[in-house]
Protein backbone atom coordinates (compact mmCIF):
# COMPACT_ATOMS: atom_id res chain seq x y z
CA UNK A 1 0.00 0.00 0.00
CA UNK A 2 1.13 3.52 -0.84
CA UNK A 3 0.74 6.46 1.70
CA UNK A 4 -2.51 7.91 -0.20
CA UNK A 5 -3.99 4.25 0.06
CA UNK A 6 -3.40 3.68 3.69
CA UNK A 7 -7.14 2.56 4.85
CA UNK A 8 -8.85 -0.55 5.81
CA UNK A 9 -10.45 -2.71 3.41
CA UNK A 10 -7.40 -2.89 0.54
CA UNK A 11 -7.12 -5.85 -1.05
CA UNK A 12 -4.11 -7.72 -0.55
CA UNK A 13 -1.88 -10.45 -1.35
CA UNK A 14 1.24 -12.30 0.13
CA UNK A 15 4.63 -9.86 0.04
CA UNK A 16 2.38 -6.75 -0.73
CA UNK A 17 4.17 -4.05 2.03
CA UNK A 18 1.57 -2.59 4.71
CA UNK A 19 3.80 -0.02 6.25
CA UNK A 20 6.65 0.32 8.59
CA UNK A 21 7.16 -0.62 11.96
CA UNK A 22 7.64 3.46 12.90
CA UNK A 23 4.09 3.42 12.19
CA UNK A 24 1.98 0.53 12.58
CA UNK A 25 2.07 -2.37 14.92
CA UNK A 26 2.13 -5.55 12.98
CA UNK A 27 -1.42 -7.45 13.73
CA UNK A 28 -2.46 -10.72 12.25
CA UNK A 29 -1.83 -11.76 8.94
CA UNK A 30 1.30 -9.82 8.50
CA UNK A 31 5.03 -10.03 9.33
CA UNK A 32 8.02 -8.29 9.08
CA UNK A 33 11.18 -7.74 6.90
CA UNK A 34 13.69 -5.42 7.60
CA UNK A 35 11.67 -2.79 9.54
CA UNK A 36 8.85 -3.34 6.33
CA UNK A 37 5.28 -4.87 7.61
CA UNK A 38 4.30 -7.27 4.65
CA UNK A 39 0.76 -9.19 3.55
CA UNK A 40 1.14 -12.87 5.53
CA UNK A 41 -2.02 -13.92 2.95
CA UNK A 42 -4.79 -12.89 0.80
CA UNK A 43 -6.64 -10.91 2.12
CA UNK A 44 -8.37 -7.48 3.08
CA UNK A 45 -6.26 -4.94 5.31
CA UNK A 46 -7.61 -3.73 8.72
CA UNK A 47 -6.08 -0.18 9.98
CA UNK A 48 -6.68 0.10 13.76
CA UNK A 49 -5.59 4.15 13.89
CA UNK A 50 -6.18 3.99 17.51
CA UNK A 51 -4.03 1.90 18.27
CA UNK A 52 -1.54 2.37 14.95
CA UNK A 53 -2.12 -1.67 14.40
CA UNK A 54 -2.01 -2.78 11.03
CA UNK A 55 -3.72 -6.78 10.07
CA UNK A 56 -5.00 -8.43 7.21
CA UNK A 57 -8.29 -10.96 7.08
CA UNK A 58 -7.97 -13.35 4.88
CA UNK A 59 -11.20 -13.33 2.42
CA UNK A 60 -13.85 -15.98 3.11
CA UNK A 61 -14.09 -18.94 0.17
CA UNK A 62 -17.64 -19.27 -1.20
CA UNK A 63 -17.85 -22.53 -2.25
CA UNK A 64 -17.39 -22.74 -5.70
CA UNK A 65 -19.63 -26.21 -6.70
CA UNK A 66 -23.22 -25.70 -8.56
CA UNK A 67 -25.91 -26.71 -6.77
CA UNK A 68 -29.45 -27.53 -7.90
CA UNK A 69 -31.02 -24.11 -9.43
CA UNK A 70 -27.63 -22.71 -10.02
CA UNK A 71 -27.03 -20.63 -13.17
CA UNK A 72 -23.77 -21.98 -14.77
CA UNK A 73 -22.29 -21.24 -17.93
CA UNK A 74 -19.58 -23.16 -20.06
CA UNK A 75 -18.49 -24.40 -23.42
CA UNK A 76 -19.87 -27.42 -25.01
CA UNK A 77 -17.10 -29.83 -25.41
CA UNK A 78 -18.88 -32.37 -27.15
CA UNK A 79 -21.97 -33.95 -28.77
CA UNK A 80 -23.81 -37.59 -27.86
CA UNK A 81 -26.88 -38.37 -29.87
CA UNK A 82 -29.64 -36.29 -28.22
CA UNK A 83 -26.92 -34.73 -25.09
CA UNK A 84 -24.82 -32.06 -25.23
CA UNK A 85 -21.87 -32.23 -22.71
CA UNK A 86 -20.57 -28.78 -20.78
CA UNK A 87 -17.64 -27.81 -19.13
CA UNK A 88 -18.91 -25.58 -16.55
CA UNK A 89 -16.46 -22.75 -15.94
CA UNK A 90 -18.71 -20.44 -14.47
CA UNK A 91 -21.29 -20.06 -11.64
CA UNK A 92 -23.45 -16.65 -12.17
CA UNK A 93 -21.42 -14.15 -12.98
CA UNK A 94 -18.20 -15.93 -10.66
CA UNK A 95 -15.50 -17.94 -13.25
CA UNK A 96 -14.22 -21.06 -11.42
CA UNK A 97 -10.56 -21.83 -11.19
CA UNK A 98 -11.33 -25.59 -11.86
CA UNK A 99 -14.76 -26.81 -14.14
CA UNK A 100 -17.58 -28.97 -13.52
CA UNK A 101 -19.31 -31.44 -16.21
CA UNK A 102 -22.61 -30.24 -17.54
CA UNK A 103 -24.81 -32.52 -19.22
CA UNK A 104 -27.81 -31.07 -21.02
CA UNK A 105 -30.71 -33.60 -22.89
CA UNK A 106 -32.52 -32.79 -25.11
CA UNK A 107 -35.85 -33.01 -23.60
CA UNK A 108 -34.55 -30.05 -21.04
CA UNK A 109 -32.98 -27.81 -24.04
CA UNK A 110 -36.51 -25.88 -25.05
CA UNK A 111 -39.13 -25.26 -23.94
CA UNK A 112 -41.05 -26.00 -27.82
CA UNK A 113 -40.28 -29.58 -29.54
CA UNK A 114 -36.92 -30.16 -30.78
CA UNK A 115 -36.51 -32.98 -33.22
CA UNK A 116 -32.40 -32.68 -32.90
CA UNK A 117 -29.62 -31.86 -30.59
CA UNK A 118 -27.58 -29.83 -33.24
CA UNK A 119 -30.57 -27.33 -33.76
CA UNK A 120 -29.96 -26.85 -30.10
CA UNK A 121 -26.36 -25.78 -29.67
CA UNK A 122 -22.98 -27.37 -31.42
CA UNK A 123 -19.49 -28.19 -29.95
CA UNK A 124 -17.81 -25.18 -29.08
CA UNK A 125 -20.62 -22.70 -28.39
CA UNK A 126 -21.34 -20.83 -24.60
CA UNK A 127 -24.23 -21.89 -23.08
CA UNK A 128 -25.85 -20.29 -20.00
CA UNK A 129 -28.46 -22.65 -18.43
CA UNK A 130 -29.43 -24.32 -14.82
CA UNK A 131 -28.71 -27.00 -13.16
CA UNK A 132 -31.57 -29.41 -11.92
CA UNK A 133 -29.79 -32.13 -10.73
CA UNK A 134 -26.60 -33.31 -10.01
CA UNK A 135 -25.45 -37.08 -9.92
CA UNK A 136 -21.42 -38.01 -8.77
CA UNK A 137 -20.48 -34.19 -9.77
CA UNK A 138 -21.88 -34.60 -12.74
CA UNK A 139 -24.24 -31.56 -13.27
CA UNK A 140 -27.80 -31.88 -15.55
CA UNK A 141 -28.88 -28.89 -16.88
CA UNK A 142 -32.03 -27.33 -18.12
CA UNK A 143 -31.87 -24.32 -20.75
CA UNK A 144 -35.90 -24.03 -21.13
CA UNK A 145 -36.48 -20.76 -19.57
CA UNK A 146 -36.09 -17.51 -21.91
CA UNK A 147 -32.93 -15.95 -20.15
CA UNK A 148 -31.27 -19.75 -20.96
CA UNK A 149 -29.33 -21.67 -23.89
CA UNK A 150 -26.87 -20.49 -25.91
CA UNK A 151 -25.12 -17.14 -25.35
CA UNK A 152 -22.31 -17.14 -28.17
CA UNK A 153 -22.48 -19.28 -30.69
CA UNK A 154 -19.76 -20.04 -33.46
CA UNK A 155 -20.37 -20.80 -37.24
CA UNK A 156 -19.72 -24.71 -37.65
CA UNK A 157 -18.25 -24.27 -40.90
CA UNK A 158 -15.53 -21.66 -40.72
CA UNK A 159 -15.45 -20.81 -36.54
CA UNK A 160 -16.59 -17.26 -36.69
CA UNK A 161 -19.09 -16.03 -34.18
CA UNK A 162 -22.60 -16.12 -35.27
CA UNK A 163 -25.57 -13.43 -35.35
CA UNK A 164 -28.84 -13.57 -35.34
CA UNK A 165 -30.77 -12.51 -38.11
CA UNK A 166 -34.22 -13.12 -40.07
CA UNK A 167 -33.86 -17.23 -40.92
CA UNK A 168 -31.51 -17.89 -38.15
CA UNK A 169 -28.14 -17.84 -36.43
CA UNK A 170 -26.01 -16.53 -39.44
CA UNK A 171 -22.41 -15.99 -40.13
CA UNK A 172 -21.58 -12.65 -41.13
CA UNK A 173 -18.20 -14.06 -42.78
CA UNK A 174 -19.54 -17.41 -44.54
CA UNK A 175 -23.35 -16.77 -44.91
CA UNK A 176 -23.35 -20.19 -43.49
CA UNK A 177 -27.06 -20.16 -41.46
CA UNK A 178 -27.57 -22.07 -38.16
CA UNK A 179 -30.07 -22.90 -35.92
CA UNK A 180 -29.72 -22.70 -32.44
CA UNK A 181 -31.85 -22.28 -28.76
CA UNK A 182 -30.84 -18.90 -28.02
CA UNK A 183 -31.04 -17.09 -24.73
CA UNK A 184 -33.49 -13.86 -24.86
CA UNK A 185 -30.09 -11.74 -24.21
CA UNK A 186 -27.92 -13.48 -27.19
CA UNK A 187 -25.34 -11.30 -28.70
CA UNK A 188 -26.71 -7.76 -26.34
CA UNK A 189 -23.40 -7.79 -24.75
CA UNK A 190 -21.16 -9.25 -21.60
CA UNK A 191 -23.18 -12.48 -21.75
CA UNK A 192 -19.82 -14.84 -20.51
CA UNK A 193 -16.19 -13.56 -19.78
CA UNK A 194 -13.47 -15.37 -20.49
CA UNK A 195 -12.07 -17.87 -17.58
CA UNK A 196 -8.99 -15.69 -16.12
ZN1 LIG B 1 -19.05 -19.19 -41.18
Known amino acids: MNRSERKSGIFVA ?32 LLDMLNKKVSVYPLVRVASVPQIGSMVSGQVLDM ?19 FFTGILHISEASAGYVDTMSSVCKTGDIMRAKVISDKNRTFYLSTTEKDLGVIHALCSRCGHSLQQGKRGMQCSRCGNIERRKVSADYG ?7 EK
Open 14 to 45: PGDLLGVIEEFTPGPGTYVEHGTIHSKITGRT
Open 80 to 98: KGKKAVLRITQIGQRSLSG
Open 188 to 194: KGAAYEE
